[in-house]
């Protein structure tokens, strides 16, 4: 029983629905923005762990069997250094 209309899970999807305001575009900029910063960040900090922890133990070759295993996970990490 069609009465003529279409349920919410079978209308067209508009590109009205798709369009944001410039501030929400700027805000949503901000934010990328602000999390890259604090990638970039957490990327430093985990350098200077694994730094930190070289110093530490005197083994600053993964392939060493001494080498810190947790500082072997870190390095594995996308770019970590």
Do not use: C, W
């Not at 209309?5 to 923005?33: I, T, W, Y």
């Amino acid at each position: 029983m069609h009465d003529g209309k279409m349920s919410d899970a079978g209308r067209p999807v508009h590109r009205e629905q798709f369009e944001v305001s410039q501030n929400q575009k700027e805000r949503r900029v901000g934010l990328l923005q602000t999390m890259i910063r604090d990638f970039e960040n957490m990327i430093v900090d985990l350098d200077g762990q694994i730094a930190t922890e070289e110093d530490r133990t005197r083994v600053k070759d993964p392939g060493h069997p001494a080498y810190s295993t947790l500082m072997k996970v870190q390095r594995t990490k996308p770019n970590s250094r």
